[in-house]
């Protein structure tokens, strides 16, 4: 094993911001187990990952157990969702998501027992799997991208033969304000992390393995740098501390050098990127035959009594996870989920935690605070801060004219939707906002056109 840092390499990508961090509220906490509490109700949305959503594969008033099989797919871009928790189904209907979608939910309600299914066998090695029983476990246990969108994650490590992988990525960088979850992670189970890393090499063969980390994590990159000793297909990279290090695009060019072109994916550049705790639920998969049944979430903000780490079942309310962790100091003035630049404001805290919610964030209202929004002052400063090196001045001229041909030929569909330009805007012009609302509607046009 090699750990590069930047002194010998300036590990980074073009351009991006520097935003305050806030993660020193939670960034020395351990990860605490949050139980939902017995007769709770667990709310299990069909859509938690991207792809085709599951079908339900249980009935009103049935018996289910703890890592049980309850929602799934025939299609391949699919992954299913088992229960998290013993109990009896008490619905399925229609219910809001923490993205304000609503969705088709199995309610169970919880027993407390934790009674496991017969599914869950424990495993001694991986040694004796072939690659192909390796990705059906993954798939089998509904793992999928846990720091992003949820893409599932049996889809990326079965790339396409055209497609050669010579590098696999693990992204530990955690570049969103106010989320340590990730650093937690690293820093308590860094040793899982490594063995789920060597099983993903073992699957994509003849790969290298890179686990890259921003400096300002110091005591994971330590903790790492022990468990990777004597493992020489994995180099630890420590990266520049700058926001957005931790999307896919940006990230690979940072440690590889390499460009992802535009309408393309890391694989078109030879890399696979996986999240830290997609890892670590693929460690879990292998050695103990559990399926995806808990997220590590950072709770943060200062309307919160008790911000922390915290590992909690899906499907847990939100309602109940806040009261779990103390309840409210002060009321939130803004309830995010996800990071302060990318996440999700919600109005309605009866909504669960699913497999791609990193944290949650209730924010007073001096944290919630934006000036109101005045004109351009042309200074340029979204300009020279964009990741993607896209115009959002010029985007937004495209947005104001309902022009949404001119936005996709000025390159609008490679937005990231990061929220730099936003930030960094002097006139606090709401760019990323008006962006992503018109990608997403040519995204969809793009998307009907094909089928």
Do not use: W
Not at 52 to 79: N, R, T
Not at 99 to 115: A, M, Q, R, W
Not at 132 to 143: K, N, Y
Not at 337 to 358: E, Q
Request: aromatic residues 4%; neutral net charge; glycine residues 8%.
């Amino acid at each position: 094993m090699k750990t590069k840092t930047k002194k010998e390499k300036r590990f980074t990508f073009e351009r991006g911001i520097h935003p305050n961090e806030q993660k020193e509220i939670t960034r020395h906490m351990a990860i605490n187990t949050l139980l939902p509490a017995p007769g709770s109700e667990i709310i299990f949305p069909l859509v938690m990952h991207l792809g085709v959503p599951c079908k339900p594969l249980v009935e009103k008033g049935q018996k289910v157990l703890l890592g049980e099989k309850i929602g799934d797919s025939e299609a391949f871009i699919c992954a299913p969702i088992h229960s998290s928790v013993s109990g009896i189904v008490k619905d399925i209907r229609p219910h809001l998501t923490v993205v304000g979608t609503i969705v088709d939910s199995i309610i169970v309600e919880n027993d407390g027992e934790l009674k496991e299914h017969e599914s869950i066998r424990k495993r001694d090695s991986y040694d004796d799997l072939t690659k192909e029983e390796i990705v059906h476990i993954i798939r089998e246990a509904g793992i999928v991208g846990l720091g992003g969108a949820g893409f599932p994650t049996h889809v990326k490590l079965s790339p396409p033969p055209d497609k050669k992988i010579d590098t696999v990525i693990v992204n530990g960088c955690e570049c969103e304000p106010y989320l340590t979850t990730d650093n937690r992670v690293m820093l308590e189970e860094s040793d899982r992390l490594v063995t789920g890393l060597k099983i993903i090499l073992k699957v994509i063969q003849g790969a290298r393995g890179i686990i890259a980390v921003e400096d300002n994590k110091p005591h994971a990159i330590e903790s790492l740098k022990k468990s990777c000793e004597g493992v020489p297909e994995i180099d630890l990279i420590v990266v520049e501390t700058k926001y957005p290090q931790g999307c896919e695009k940006q990230l690979v060019t940072a440690v590889t050098g390499r460009e992802v072109p535009s309408g393309k994916l890391p694989m078109d550049s030879g890399c696979i990127v996986q999240n830290v705790d997609t890892v670590i639920a693929i460690h879990r998969a292998i050695f103990r035959g559990r399926p995806l049944m808990r997220k590590v979430v950072t709770l943060s903000g200062g309307a919160l009594r008790n911000p922390g780490n915290y590992k909690a079942r899906i499907g847990t309310k939100l309602d109940d996870l806040v009261d779990l962790a103390g309840g409210f100091k002060a009321n939130p003035e803004k309830i995010v989920v996800g990071g302060p630049l990318m996440g999700t404001a919600i109005f309605d805290t009866d909504v669960p935690i699913v497999k791609t919610t990193s944290g949650v964030l209730f924010l007073t209202e001096e944290e919630a605070h934006i000036p109101p929004e005045r004109n351009c002052i042309r200074c340029g400063s979204c300009v020279e801060h964009c990741p993607t090196g896209l115009i959002p001045t010029e985007l937004n001229a495209d947005i104001l004219k309902e022009d949404g041909e001119a936005f996709v030929k000025h390159n609008g569909l490679d937005c990231i939707e990061c929220g730099s330009c936003s930030y960094i805007c002097p006139a606090k012009r709401r760019l990323s906002q008006a962006i992503r609302t018109i990608r997403r509607v040519e995204l969809a046009k793009q998307r009907n056109k094909k089928s």
